[in-house]
């Protein structure tokens, strides 16, 4: 498609587990992003990314955290899963900020039981 | 903080019908985006507006900005089962490029054959 992947696409973990979720881009985009997808809510943004090694928090960062070492991989880490963070995450890429729109991946389904 | 409000939150039309999903915002929009989303899948960018009063189409699709730059529409002529899905709009967080989108709610649309 456009050069985004995420992994994995599906998982199941346990309640207290770290679980780190991955984006990958070959766009060499600099705006990296990670939303979640919850009935209702629509789209919420957790953390993005403006460049490598720069990142900053979004609206519903609590209990998550992100690294990018590299342009083109963007980590989204769960510190110790819960319930309340089951849901579905998408990744976004962008090469102007929002100018032009964003492209998304193609989503991870996380349960955490 | 900036919000957009979708309605109607969902949609069942008859094959052929007409429909309308508008979008509301609480300040001005710089950039407004339509995506549409599939059942299980990543979202798929439709159109972008940006200037007040534009109008853009693709295929049956046509999308609005108003004047006044807080309100757009998304309009399906003789809609059809390959329109189903959540359609969500989403805008810069603020008046500018900040690099951040928020989104919509989304407006579940299905479309009986």
Known sequence: ?113 | SQELEQSPQSLIVQEGKNLTINCTSSKTLYGLYWYKQKYGEGLIFLMMLQKGGEEKSHEKITAKLDEKKQQSSLHITASQPSHAGIYLCGADKGSGNTGKLIFGQGTTLQVKP
């Open chain 1, 1 to 113: 498609d456009a050069g985004i992947t995420q992994s994995p696409r599906h998982k199941v973990t346990e309640t207290g587990t770290p679980v780190t979720l991955r984006c990958h881009q070959t766009e060499n985009h600099r705006y990296m992003y990670w939303y979640r997808q919850d009935p209702g809510h629509g789209l919420r943004l957790i953390h993005y990314s403006y460049g490598v090694k720069d990142t900053d928090k979004g609206e519903v960062s609590d209990g998550y955290s992100v690294s990018r070492s590299k342009t083109e991989d963007f980590l989204l880490t769960l510190e110790s899963a819960t319930s309340s963070q089951t849901s579905v995450y998408f990744c976004a890429i962008s090469g102007q900020g929002t100018l032009g729109g964003y492209t998304f991946g193609s989503g991870t389904r996380l349960t955490v039981v």
